[in-house]
């Protein structure tokens, strides 16, 4: 049975990837891609077009960290090596947070992969009890 922790971050690195599918942000057309369209088109020509995460240079920083992030799910952290895989995921998980934050937009991808960022880093947290200020204390 999956824990809380890696159902968020499983759920995280899949909307991260998914986000890469939808639109990043929009560009106005030029006017050299204005001359070479159809008469047809130009009637009424396109104001923009929307440019997915597949065509910008963060799809490969993305899809890596998303990635190594489910993938540090299959090592199981010993005390000897629980910092190493710690910092692992939560480095990674926090990349696929500050990617989006750093190419912030109103779109569909941006949105997704912010959710599917802070899923992740929230997974990551879960996981190593970083983010648990109760743990240990006992009721009384």
Do not use: Y
């Not at 991808?109 to 006992?138: C, I, P, S, Y």
């Amino acid at each position: 049975m999956l824990s809380r922790a890696e159902i968020a971050t499983l759920v995280g690195m899949t909307l991260c990837v998914a986000s890469l599918f939808l639109t990043w942000k929009r560009e106005p057309v030029s006017q050299t891609l204005l001359h070479s369209m159809p008469a047809t088109l130009i009637i009424n020509p396109p104001s923009d077009f929307a440019v997915i995460g597949f065509g910008l240079p963060l799809r490969w920083p993305l899809t890596f960290c998303a990635v190594l992030c489910g993938a540090s799910l299959l090592a199981v952290p010993k005390p000897s090596n629980r910092a190493r895989w710690a910092a692992i995921h939560i480095t990674s998980a926090a990349l696929c947070l500050l990617i989006p934050v750093a190419r912030f937009a109103l779109e569909a991808g941006v949105m997704v992969a912010l959710v599917g960022g802070a899923l992740a880093l929230f997974g990551a947290l879960e996981r190593f009890g970083l983010g648990d200020t109760n743990r240990g204390k006992v009721d009384a």
